[in-house]
């Protein structure tokens, strides 16, 4: 009877050590790790938007003019643009001289990058305005400086307007 007692515990012992044995190696692991990348790509966008101009009032027998207006400009951060102006709707308006109508009467006006008024802003390389983006939640005004010409004594009464100034922004 010792010996079927001694057999039973040596199994009992080996069972726990099994046991202990399954249950370890369960309890041990192993990893393997990797790792990927992160990538969002930003395409420069710009947003536009422009003040009308209204002149004060023109006296034909007086020197010029001046108003000014502005465009704002809203470009994604270090995005290269150009913004630019046409001549305008009015019959016969050309960049070098633009016109307002009144009727069949029309009067010389300019556009201007420069507050002495002596860059007319066009529509083309040269006489755009360049710039860089500083942000979509970053505004950039520009200045637009206007000027009726002196010396337009045949100038008939009324308001006169140019209906349509294209802004465009290149970027």
Known sequence: MKSTFKLKNVQRALLAAGLIAA?????ASSTVSTSFQVQANVNAQCSISAVNLTFPAVDPLSSQTDGATTVTVKCTKNSAY????????TTGSTIAQRLMANGADLMDYNLYTDAGRSIIWGNSAGSWVAGTGAG?????VLNVYGRVAAGQTNLAVGTFTEPTVTVTVTY
């Open 23 to 27: 249950t370890t190696g369960a309890l």
């Open 82 to 89: 150009t913004v630019g102006l046409n001549a305008g709707t």
């Open 136 to 140: 979509m939640g970053t505004a950039q």
